[in-house]
């Protein structure tokens, strides 16, 4: 298999710091399956001029090794401690691996490409030092940040909302709306949105519908072929970037129609 005299290496961070939704963070995956490493594995299965073009993509996991928890937060982990080679705590029970802290040379603005921010517990707050590390490479265009579900919270405490079209959680708007003045906000009717090289989505895994669409738009890392091979590969992509009328928000009357059914099915004997 002939390879390109040169080929595209992406810089990705995936910025954590404080942990973040398993499914948010997973998103990543749907980028590292266009990457030559991965494609490369499959040349038995993948046309060779679809791995010739893919890039190659380095993937850090940055972390604030001073993260604040707020008071309201029931469960308060140690994760001050953590360090690279070390675990982050995600939810599932599962953890990824610390890389490198956000002061480390390797990743700071200039030498990331994109920067992705997967949400975390939206009661989190943060050193003021790393907020300032995010919006020192938003304030790149070269440098896109991708922002999934409640890592808007983050974009937003690092002051890279304002003059902004945004989404964020759609169950969240009103609750955005009033923190973040300033930026325009259309996660109400929109799963992604993009605003020059910040792009948000909605709710967990509306982060697959964003960076499927980042790919589709970024030639100059993700070639046509290389991104619409890595959709399919993945089984993403297809959704509209409008929520479907049909798609229903989990209302207040929905959650007592829950809680009902709990309640009359509690003493009720159990099949066998």
């Known amino acids: 298999m002939g390879a390109p005299t040169t080929r595209t290496t992406v810089r990705l961070g995936v ?9 948010d963070t997973s998103c990543v995956d749907v980028l590292a399956t266009m990457s030559f490493e991965y494609l490369s ?12 073009l893919a890039p190659s993509i380095k993937i850090f996991c940055t972390w604030s090794a001073e993260v604040l928890l707020s008071e309201s937060q029931l469960t308060k982990t140690d994760i001050g401690t953590v360090q690279p080679r070390e675990p982050i705590a995600m939810t ?19 030498k990331l490409d994109i920067v992705l921010v997967p949400g975390p517990d939206p009661r989190s707050s943060y050193e003021k030092a790393a907020l300032d590390w995010l919006a020192a490479h938003a304030a ?12 808007i919270f983050v974009c937003g405490e690092a002051g890279i909302l304002r003059g902004k079209k945004v989404c964020g959680p759609r169950s969240m708007q009103t609750q955005l709306k009033a923190k973040f003045e300033g930026a325009t906000w259309f996660g109400d009717s929109l799963r992604w949105i993009q605003d020059g090289n910040f792009w ?17 738009h970024t030639p100059k890392y993700f070639p046509g072929p290389v991104a619409e091979f890595g959709v399919r590969i993945c089984d993403v992509g297809d959704r509209s970037q409008k929520y479907e009328t049909s798609q229903t928000l989990f209302t207040l009357g929905m959650v007592w129609q829950v ?7 509690v003493g009720k004997p159990k099949q066998t």
């Open 15 to 23: 910025f954590l710091p404080a942990g973040a939704q398993l499914l």
């Open 41 to 52: 594995l499959l040349e038995d299965l993948v046309p060779h001029p679809i791995i010739n």
């Open 92 to 110: 599932a029970g599962m953890n990824v691996q610390c890389t490198h802290h956000f002061s480390d040379p390797e990743v700071q603005h200039g």
């Open 140 to 151: 790149r265009k070269e440098t896109d940040i991708l922002s999934v579900c409640t890592g």
């Open 200 to 216: 948000s989505c909605g709710g967990v895994t509306n982060g697959n519908d964003l960076v499927a669409s980042y790919s589709r």
């Open 259 to 265: 809680v009902k059914a709990a309640i009359l099915s």
